[in-house]
Each structure stands twice: as structure tokens, then as C-alpha cells.
């Protein structure tokens, strides 16, 4: 089993035409195509057996019908590689999105799931698809989860990595019952009976060490509110309003797209909140999956001015407060500072953040670090990211 990358996504904008060459051809995902790329990505990213393939295949083509076709009917910008014997040689996940630049609209390719058969590719997949999605009519292709082959494989390409984006973050409040929750996502038949009693049994003895602080950032004079999607999604383009390569949302585009973000289940339910000072003015928002017992996992936050702080306080906080045993995200280099002050916060590799375009101007926002990109602007909202289907 070969993996070609581990990227994935949610933009472009033009279908490329069927690129032929002599070990295959690529063209844009069909309706037909789903079922044996279900198949292909649950054998690669969750390691099914054959046999319970089934339910797992139908639940799994059914989600790409959903976020892969566009609602209008237009042909999708996902992409497949057909070998010359008619078979599927693999994938590359492709979701519509636009940026800005001075005020210039950008057609942007996310790019997700990228896989190639083994049995049936002998390595022309992974060059065939990528070299199709850079002939499309994109201004820029990005990626905020790729894995270390996926980085040797694209950065010859000219992406540009931004290492700032491509750690994790993890605050632990509970160590034994982190290792707990991560011991049942890898193995869900291990019994709680058997694992959570001793992380019980445990915690408390490590509660005085792993505590947050009441309150970390210097003012005190903030609180956090609970809001909707619809709100969030009214909020969020205002706060990204400082960057100069920026999403471009159409309407009704943002809650869309956070609606199928709550579909996600792996981390429990999606949950919106806004800090506000006294006089009601918004500091910052943020968004997270998190349930009493498991470990609160960051979709976006986002904040303005010096109120990173205050943002990743209330956080930290609510994640303490719903009873979950640590709370972990992606990091953006707007609040590693924050990040690097807080006590018990760890880091690791969690995926490349990439962007590679021809424009110049696109190309010097994004080395200078002035760019929106993770979190909404990535493949993690997506169900594909985390979620064990057919079960």
C-alpha cells in the first residue's frame, strides 16, 4: 500500500479536460466514479478489511457525493486517474473555494485526500493528478494537512511550505484520561470499564500540575458568549479582514460549509462561541468539537489586535468547564506566542501547510506569512479527516 499524500482540501475553480498519457488519463470525479474511490480511500486511510467494506463504502461515497458535487449540479473539481485498462488508479480530493488579493478574486484549489491504487497504478498516478490540477484554471493550490511523503513528493513542485501552520497544538488537563480517549479513537471495541477507572484513578493526583489558571491573559474585563453558526459565520469574514490573502465567501457559502463541518463526529459536537468586552464590541471567536470525557478539538479561532490572548483563554476555559480532558489544535502563527506561554501545551507535526501558485504577489503574501489558510480554509472541517464510516 502505497500512500501518495495525505493532503486534503476544499479548492478550485475550473475542471481541467481529460489529460491522456500513455499510463492513463485524468478527468474530473464522476457520480459513477464514488463507490470505488469509497473503497480505495477506506483501505488506505482506515484500513478496512474487505469483507466490511460494504456499509462502510455506501456511507463513505454518499459523504464525497456530498461535499465533491457542487449543488448546482456543475462537474466536480475533485479528480480521478483511469488507468489504460479502464480501472481506478487514484484520487485527488478537490473542493471550490475563492481568496482575495488587493482586491483581486482568486480561484483557489484545497486539496484533500490524495491516494493511488498499488494494484493498479504503478506510479503515475500521484504525477498525472497533481500536473492536471496545476494545468486547471487555478490561481492557487493549497494544502494544510500533508503528510511527510506528500511534502517530499510536492515541494519539487514549487509549493511553498509554511512550517508555522504545519505543528499541532495540545493543552492537557487530564493526562490519563487523554491517553484514555486516544486508546479508544484508535481501538473503539476497548471497553471504558477496562481503561477509564484507572485514568480516573489516576487524574486526580495530577490535577494541581495540569489546571488551567483562572484566567491567563492580562485582562480580566472580557466574556465569552455562546453564538450559532449563523452568527459565527457572520463574524469570522470581519476578524480575517487583516489579511491580505484572504478568503472570498459568496453567500451562504461560510454556513454551508460550517453545517457539513458539524456533521463531523469524531470529537463530539461542534460548538460556537465569541469573546466580548465590556462595552459588547467582539474580541475574537472560536470553534471546536468537544464533549465531557473527550478531548476538545479546535475547528478556527480566529481574534483581532492583541486579543489572542483573551481568545485562547476563554478557549482553554470552556474546554476545562464542559469536562474535557484536554483541548488540541492546529497552530497559525498569530497566536504562537500565546501558545508558547501557556504551561503543559505540547507540540507536534500534524500535517504540511502548502501553497503554491505563478502569481508573484500570491507568492509573496504567503512567505511573508500574511495569509488565511487552515482550519475553514482546509480539509480538517471534513468528515474524511477523522471519522470511521459504516459503523
Not at 2 to 21: F, W
Not at 191 to 200: E, G, L, N, W
Request: hydrophobic share 45%.
Amino acid at each position: 500500500m502505497q500512500l501518495v499524500s495525505r493532503v486534503t482540501g476544499v479548492e478550485k475553480v475550473l475542471a481541467p479536460a481529460v489529460l491522456a498519457a500513455q499510463h492513463g488519463s485524468v478527468r474530473p470525479l464522476a457520480a459513477g466514479d464514488l463507490e470505488r474511490v469509497a473503497a480505495l480511500f477506506l483501505t488506505k486511510f482506515r484500513r478496512r478489511r474487505r469483507h466490511l467494506l460494504d456499509r462502510a463504502i455506501a456511507e463513505t461515497a454518499e459523504y464525497m457525493r456530498k461535499i465533491y458535487f457542487d449543488p448546482a449540479g456543475s462537474a466536480s473539481d475533485a479528480l480521478v486517474q483511469i488507468t489504460p485498462q479502464g480501472e481506478l488508479g487514484g484520487f485527488l480530493g478537490v473542493l471550490k473555494a475563492r481568496y482575495e488579493l488587493n482586491g483581486t478574486v482568486l480561484n483557489a484549489a484545497v486539496i484533500g485526500p490524495f491516494m493511488a491504487d498499488t494494484n493498479t497504478d504503478h506510479g503515475s498516478a500521484g504525477p498525472q493528478l497533481l500536473r492536471a490540477l496545476h494545468q486547471g484554471g487555478f490561481d492557487l493550490q493549497l494544502t494544510d494537512s500533508a503528510n511527510r511523503v506528500s511534502l517530499a513528493f510536492a515541494r519539487p513542485m514549487k509549493y511553498q511550505l509554511l512550517p508555522a501552520h504545519c505543528l499541532g497544538w495540545a493543552r492537557i488537563f487530564r493526562p490519563a484520561a487523554v491517553a484514555s480517549a486516544v486508546l479508544r479513537a484508535k481501538w473503539p471495541a476497548l471497553s471504558r470499564f477496562v481503561i477509564d477507572p484507572c485514568a480516573k484513578a489516576f487524574d486526580p493526583f495530577t490535577r494541581k500540575r495540569f489546571e488551567p489558571p483562572a484566567q491567563h491573559s492580562p485582562s480580566h474585563k472580557v466574556h465569552r458568549e455562546s453564538m450559532d453558526a449563523a452568527q459565527f459565520a457572520e463574524q469570522l469574514p470581519t476578524l480575517v479582514s487583516d489579511y491580505a490573502l484572504r478568503p472570498r465567501w459568496q453567500d451562504g457559502e461560510l454556513p454551508r460549509l460550517l453545517a457539513l463541518a458539524a456533521e463531523k463526529r469524531a470529537d463530539g459536537p461542534l460548538h460556537f462561541r465569541g469573546i466580548y468586552d465590556e462595552a459588547g464590541k467582539m474580541l475574537g471567536c472560536y470553534a471546536f468539537y468537544g464533549q465531557a470525557g473527550g478531548i476538545a478539538n479546535l475547528l478556527q479561532m480566529q481574534s483581532s489586535g492583541t486579543h489572542w490572548g483573551a481568545t485562547l483563554d476563554a478557549l482553554v476555559a470552556d474546554a476545562w468547564t464542559m469536562g474535557c480532558a484536554g483541548v488540541i489544535g492546529q497552530t497559525q502563527i498569530r497566536f504562537m506566542p500565546q501558545l508558547f506561554s501557556y504551561k503543559n501545551v505540547f507540540f507536534r507535526y500534524a500535517g504540511g501547510t502548502m501553497v503554491r501558485s505563478r502569481i508573484p504577489e500570491v507568492m509573496e503574501a504567503v512567505r511573508s506569512g500574511d495569509i488565511f489558510i487552515g482550519g475553514v480554509m482546509g480539509d480538517r472541517w471534513t468528515r474524511l479527516s477523522s471519522d470511521d464510516f459504516g459503523r
